[in-house]
């Protein structure tokens, strides 16, 4: 699982994961196997091998079958496995609804311990976060509204944790973190003038360092989430086309074929024109991300951790 979220493209990755995936098979390693199956199949949601991209069934497993598997045997991993690759497409779709549900069933169904780094732990805290502030945000009906105070609480324990990480030297889930940070200011409730700004530079931050570390998909996320902002929150199309602009060509090296045909029905421009993929990003890219490289490097992670 650690290896299908390094950044790495997804064909080789793939291939990979499923010779590994079958020497399993061959070796009567049953839950291994599953738990594989479970990351296989998510990426061949991304490239396009399913019929819905937010179901996990497909070539390498029915997600029904082994969630009713997991239930009768009370096979908390498996469970636990489903629900978050579940997780990490709907985040990557935007699915926010879908994101949350995975996440409090995750919170409900399997207690993660704390313990020392890994990266897999690191991603699991990030898509649970990634996932809260989604519900935190579309939240409506008054039982929403009480599932996202929890979300939140939920949420601003695992960025302790993230945060820990970050200061002891992690290097992994530093972009993590930032990205967190980047939605937290963008919907928060600051009203003062300078917020757009705040807002742009901590995204900004977020994707010069995801990039740097190699994250090339959640370089590519961060990119789209900038982009909604723009678009949906501050009406500024010009930002809001450069980042979603820059955000598919991102996708398009990472080889997430069924992220790109949903980009182009949510963000017609995308189909209508292929040259203004390039002309946005050249008109802002160099920019940005020569500003955001002066400041990187030095940004504190003492000022990461959102007080309420």
């Not at 003038?193 to 360092?209: C, E, F, L, P, R």
């Not at 602009?245 to 090296?253: I, K, V």
Request: proline share 2%; hydrophobic share 35%; with cysteine.
């Amino acid at each position: 699982c650690c290896y299908a979220m390094c950044g790495l493209p997804l064909s080789p990755v793939m291939q990979d994961t499923n010779g590994f995936r079958m020497q399993l098979g061959h070796y009567g390693q049953d839950l291994m196997f599953k738990l594989t199956s479970s990351v296989y199949q998510t990426m061949l949601n991304l490239v396009g091998r399913s019929e819905n991209p937010l179901q996990l069934s497909g070539d390498a497993m029915d997600e029904n079958t082994l969630l009713q598997e997991a239930r009768d045997t009370n096979n908390a991993m498996l469970a636990q496995t489903i629900y978050l690759q579940k997780a990490i497409l709907a985040n990557i779709f935007n699915d926010f609804g879908t994101a949350a549900e995975m996440a409090s069933r995750i919170w409900d169904d399997v207690q993660i311990k704390a313990g020392a780094c890994n990266f897999m732990t690191g991603v699991t805290y990030f898509v649970l976060t990634l996932s809260a502030l989604g519900m935190s945000r579309s939240a409506c009906s008054h039982m929403c509204r009480i599932k996202a105070r929890k979300a939140k609480r939920e949420s601003r324990r695992y960025i302790k944790k993230l945060n820990h990480w970050v200061k002891q030297g992690e290097p992994n889930v530093h972009h993590m973190l930032l990205i967190l940070n980047a939605e937290q200011k963008a919907y928060s409730n600051d009203s003062s003038n300078d917020k757009v700004a705040v807002v742009q530079k901590a995204y900004d931050t977020a994707i010069s360092v995801s990039s740097r570390s190699g994250f090339l998909q959640n370089a590519a996320l961060t990119n789209e989430r900038a982009g909604r902002y723009f678009l949906q929150e501050v009406k500024d199309n010009d930002w809001a086309y450069s980042y979603i602009s820059r955000a598919y060509q991102l996708y398009s090296e990472w080889g997430a074929q069924a992220k790109l045909e949903r980009m182009r029905v949510d963000y017609p421009f995308l189909a209508d024109s292929k040259d203004f993929v390039r002309h946005s990003t050249q008109r802002y890219g160099k920019s940005r991300f020569s500003t955001v490289s002066k400041h990187w490097n030095s940004s504190s992670t003492d000022s990461l951790l959102e007080d309420e």
